[in-house]
């Protein structure tokens, strides 16, 4: 079978891999339909983890059909699936308490060692699922593939930021980084309540497509004001920050006003950040962070896009046949592609290019 191979820093190659088998009572194999390229993915893909092992198959937001499964497995072969990016037991204390990201068995789907142990990526035409009763989710009729596997990673982590942060019915709510996860996150607090939403980034080709998607965009340097402005003397209540940069933490907490909290979903690596703790502390801040988990959020997520509140597919600039997988990680990583969809099954050709920037 093909999959998207990492061979080293800005090298990804579509080769030939082993074909995965069922190999206990509680895998599965599916044939993948629709894989997606995650902002995660270029972390590897630029050299920025450096331990991240040549020979992985990549991706880990993915889609399609079970085609055979082990005795513990409630999927029938020929059901349409959707995966978690995250591998977690789903029986131990700790998953039961819906902190499967702390699982002993947690994992990321093509995501080498960084996680837990390493599970080979979804950006192939078939996929081996460890844990598949917990992992592993139904597709509803109404719902297309490249719908579903948003709710796998980047809408349940969109989702699970703005949960966390406590948004309240009416409120101002801040949102950094008008990316992927930002924007949904935006849309997010929206359906949870949030009565305005401001979303801060610096292209302004980012900021475009928050105002299509009807969300107000600001600069950076104008989001405290924004927020000011939207509550005099409240401000924000909650500010949700989808960057994972030093520069948009503080942006975040600087825009935040009294008493408000400061969920962060963007992936933070830094150990010597110059902490505004002052501000903290007269503020009164909370600062959550939140890496997101999809199976304890994808039931909402599921409803948000049932019901039409939130359509992440819109988000989508590229749709390419997985053989041009090395393409859509050029453009990605240029920011010439917003959000690229792999189509494992069909050669579509690329499509649907109404985002035009972006990571």
Do not use: N
């Not at 450096?50 to 499964?69: M, Q, R, Y």
């Not at 709510?173 to 610096?202: M, R, Y």
């Not at 400061?262 to 150990?271: D, E, L, Q, R």
């Amino acid at each position: 079978m093909k999959g998207v191979v990492y061979q080293g820093p800005y090298q990804v190659r579509v080769d030939e891999v082993p074909m995965p088998r069922v190999d206990g009572p509680r895998a599965a194999v599916v044939r993948v339909t629709r894989s997606a390229i995650c902002g995660s993915d270029l972390h590897p893909y630029r050299g920025e983890i450096p331990d991240f092992a040549p020979g992985t198959i990549l991706g880990h937001e993915f889609a399609g059909v079970v085609v055979d499964a082990g005795s513990e497995v409630p999927f029938a072969a020929g059901e349409r699936v959707y995966a978690s990016d995250l591998v977690a037991c789903g029986r131990c204390p700790i998953c039961a308490r819906g902190w499967h990201y702390h699982c002993a068995h947690a994992s990321l789907f093509g995501y080498s060692t960084v996680v837990g142990a390493p599970v080979p990526g979804g950006q192939a035409e078939f996929v081996r699922i460890p844990f598949a009763d917990t992992v592993l989710a139904r597709t509803p009729d109404d719902l297309t593939d490249e719908q579903a596997l948003f709710a796998g990673d980047v809408l349940t982590t969109a989702y699970a930021a703005a949960a966390d942060a406590g948004i309240e019915a009416g409120a101002v709510t801040g949102v950094v980084g008008a990316g992927p996860v930002g924007l949904l996150a935006a849309l997010c607090a929206s359906a949870l309540g949030a009565a305005h939403v401001v979303i801060a980034d610096p292209d302004p080709a980012r900021r475009a497509t928050a105002e299509a998607l009807g969300i107000r965009a600001v600069a950076p340097t104008g989001l405290a004001a924004a927020l000011d402005e939207a509550a005099p003397g409240y401000g924000a209540r909650a500010v949700l920050e989808a960057v994972g940069t030093d520069a948009a933490l503080q942006c975040a907490m600087h825009s935040a006003g009294p008493r408000a909290t400061i969920a962060v979903v963007g992936a933070h690596s830094a150990t010597a950040m110059p902490f505004p703790s002052g501000l903290a502390f007269t503020r009164e801040l909370t600062l959550r962070f939140t890496v997101g988990d999809p199976i304890r959020h994808r039931d909402k997520a599921i409803e948000l896009m049932r019901t039409g509140v939130i359509d992440p597919a819109r988000l989508i600039s590229h749709r390419l046949p997985l053989s041009q997988a090395r393409h859509g990680y050029d453009l990605f990583d240029r920011r010439e592609a917003f959000k690229v969809v792999l189509t494992a099954d069909a050669d579509t050709g690329p499509t649907g290019m109404t985002v035009r920037s972006g990571r």
